[in-house]
């Protein structure tokens, strides 16, 4: 990523995972790609499974691999999600839920169908979430 907003390598490198989706049942490749402070991107697809239920989307796998080699919220500096979809596809709501607790409120959030880009942020994407800090109030009763 260029200081200029520059995303092109971040979205080579969700379009090269998207090669790597699993998707027997929808046929619907989705690539995500996380950009580190260290400079390191992250690569993850949607795997389906036979029960549809237990698919992980492409932007899930990319966090959880992050978070499973030891990155946290801080050193993520950029996620990309991309299609090749007649529009921009945006994260479901399971996986706003889910950015939501491991992104910070700010961090770019890159769609591409390769025809179009738009940066938005999961503060935008999932306005007035529910988080860690109310299960705190709930101390109080
Ligand atoms: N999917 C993603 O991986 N990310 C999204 O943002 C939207 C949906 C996947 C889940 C499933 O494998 C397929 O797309 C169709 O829903």
Redesign the pocket.
Known sequence: MGADGNWERLLEKAFEAREH?Y?P??Q?R?G?CILTTDGSYILG????NAAYGS??????SAVFSAYSQGYRKEEIKALA?VTEADRL????GA?RQVLSELLQPDTPIVLSNRRETAVTTIARLLPDSFGSEDLQESKNF
Do not use: D, H, K, L
């Open positions: 989706a998707v049942y929808s619907f989705v995500a697809a949607n795997i389906e698919t992980n989307c492409a932007e899930r999600i596809t945006t994260p479901c996986c």
